[in-house]
Structures are given as C-alpha cells and as structure tokens.
C-alpha cells in the first residue's frame, strides 16, 4: 500500500469511518486501498485517526483511546475534520437468531415502518428485564441509501464484493489469523434455557479449564439448536439494530427483544446516543449471539466481514453524491 505525500489537509476527508475497538479499527485498516499520511496538529490526544482511500473517497478512520461511544468519537471528528459529510459505524454485534448466523453482516435500515436503529435501556433488570425504547436513529441521507439499495437489490454481486475483500486479507502479512476465517470458527447456537459450561468438575476439586478464551467444550451437545447448513458462508441483513446501556449475555433477555421488536437482527452497546441530525448507517459483524456462550472467537473475523461491507458500499457511493450531502448542512 503506497503513502502518498503529506499534501492532504483535513478539509479533504468526506467520509468518516467510527471503529470503538482495535480490532475492529485493524480491519478497517486492511481496507483501505491507500494510506496516508497523518495530519499534523490535531487537538484530539484521545481519539486515533487513521488517513486513507477507498474508490476515491478520502477516509477519516476514528477510534478512541477511551471507551467512548461512537456519538461522542464522531462529535470529536467532525470537529477535526470539518468537511466530513456522511459518517459509517462499523464494528462488532450480537446477532438475534434465527435470522443471522456468526459471521454474518447486518447494516441499519428502516423495516415496517420501524426506525434504523433502537436506542433502549433496560428497566427492572433485577425482576424480568423488561426494555424501555429511549430514541431511535432513521435512515441515512439520500445518497448513501441509495447506495446501500444497490447492494441489496443485487445480492449475488455484493456478497461477491464482500467475499473478496475478507479473502483478500490473507494476501496481506502479518494479519492474525483471527481477521480470517478457519477451523477455529464453529457456528453454535444453544437452546435459550442451556447456560455455558466453563469446565468439568474435576475428581481433585480443579477445574479443566485450559485458557482465558473459553470455549464449548464442555457444553452438552444436544442442547445445539439444529440449522441447515447454507451455502453462503457470508450473508448481508439488511433490518434493525437495537443500541442500549448494556451488554446481553443472556439468551432469556435476548429473546424478550423478539417482544420489544420482532423486527431486530442486531443488539449492540456503541451506538447509543446518536441522534438524527447525524447522517450515518450503523454496520455490524456478528460475533455472538448475546448468550451466555459468548467468546472473543469470532469477534475479528466478524470486524473483518463488516469492514468489507463499509468497503464494498464506498465503492457504489458517488464520489460527487457525497459532495452534497453534509452533516447538519454544513
């Protein structure tokens, strides 16, 4: 990847890309097509920008050195980087079954009437979990919807894009071997009522536990929810993203969201707080499935699956569509 020289100002960059984790900002790193050199003078010492371009976009890669959200890392951008006009979130989630599979993208779109993105908190956590809806996040502007509409429309020829630019990484050096799929990465869905089991007792009171990462090994087969196996290792939903205040690590809060809304594919926690005014769409990787099961297993590869879709809807998103669009008409 060539580095252009340093004649680039922050009035070039039109496209901002949020990333709240490392990993998810080193995916989007093996996107980019060119790198540039960094600005100089900046006033941010808290959020890392990484410079580049993707199909002639010139690309603002964002992600905190703090555990911000991705409302407060864009606020911080745009501040920087004042010519920004439309914004993608792209990172980690958990998936909703039976829909999405490990692996899996899901991007943020207006479904039945119901908004992009559900912004909720949970009330009564203590008793039953019940979820209060506190905002919502619409579709994006005009030209990057109709950019992501392409992709949609043509399913075969966007997940073809997806594909290859995941495949791609392999090409590269150095990249861990987590960014790409392998034998390692083993689809399960557990029935809702089966908590994970970290290790077997053990005759001499010691646990079996051989890692940090644990996986399910000791967890009862016969509890794995049955799924056909498909062809695509790859699918793009496109449906609601529901952003709260906290972590779901239970399978029996996460099907309470099939009552709050039975349109959502996605819940994730970095999303929560963008408001309307932003133009932005929200792409998330599924990692797990906001069980008890979760691991870190598949959460680089799912960064790598979303960063290739952010990739693959840049390179049908108008250089000059861009142009004039701007947040908060600017």
């Known amino acids: 990847m060539k580095e252009p020289p340093s004649s680039f100002t922050p009035s070039h960059y039109t496209i901002g890309w949020i990333c709240t984790l490392r990993k998810e900002q080193k995916a989007a790193l093996y996107m980019l097509e060119d790198r540039h050199e960094d600005v100089l003078n900046l006033e941010s010492e808290n959020i890392w920008y990484t410079l580049g371009n993707i199909s002639g976009h010139n690309v603002v890669i964002a992600c905190p050195l703090l555990p911000y959200s991705a409302a407060k890392t864009a606020a911080q951008m745009i501040s920087e980087f004042p010519y920004i006009k439309v914004c993608l979130i792209i990172g980690i989630g958990s998936g909703i079954p039976p829909t999405v599979r490990l692996g899996d993208v899901v991007v943020s779109c207006a479904k039945n009437g119901d908004p992009a993105v559900l912004q909720w908190t949970m009330v009564n956590a203590e008793k039953d979990g019940q979820f209060k809806r506190t905002g919502s996040l619409s579709n994006p502007p005009t030209a990057l919807l109709t950019a992501m509409t392409k992709l949609e429309a043509n399913p ?128 998330r990787g599924i990692c797990d499935y906001a069980d008890s099961h979760k691991t870190e297993r598949w959460e680089k ?30």
């Open 156 to 283: 075969t020829e966007s997940h073809g894009k997806v594909l290859s630019y995941v495949n791609h990484i392999k090409t590269r050096d150095g990249v861990p071997r987590n960014f790409i799929k392998s034998h390692l990465h083993q689809d399960l869905l557990f029935k809702p009522g089966y908590s994970h089991v970290s290790s077997t007792p053990d005759p001499d009171g010691e646990d079996d536990r051989e890692s940090e990462e644990d996986d399910c090994r000791f967890c009862d087969k016969s509890m794995i929810v049955y799924r056909a196996p498909r062809e695509e290792n790859i699918m793009i939903h496109y449906g609601l993203i529901a952003s709260g205040n906290q972590v779901i690590r239970d399978a029996n809060i996460r099907e309470k969201f099939k009552e709050f809304n039975r349109n959502i594919l996605c819940v994730e926690t970095k999303a929560e707080g963008l408001t309307d005014d932003f133009p932005c769409v929200v792409i």
């Open 301 to 330: 590869y799912a960064a790598s699956t979303a960063a290739a879709y952010g990739k693959a809807l840049l390179t049908v998103l108008p250089v000059n569509d861009v142009k004039l669009h701007a947040i908060e008409d600017k």
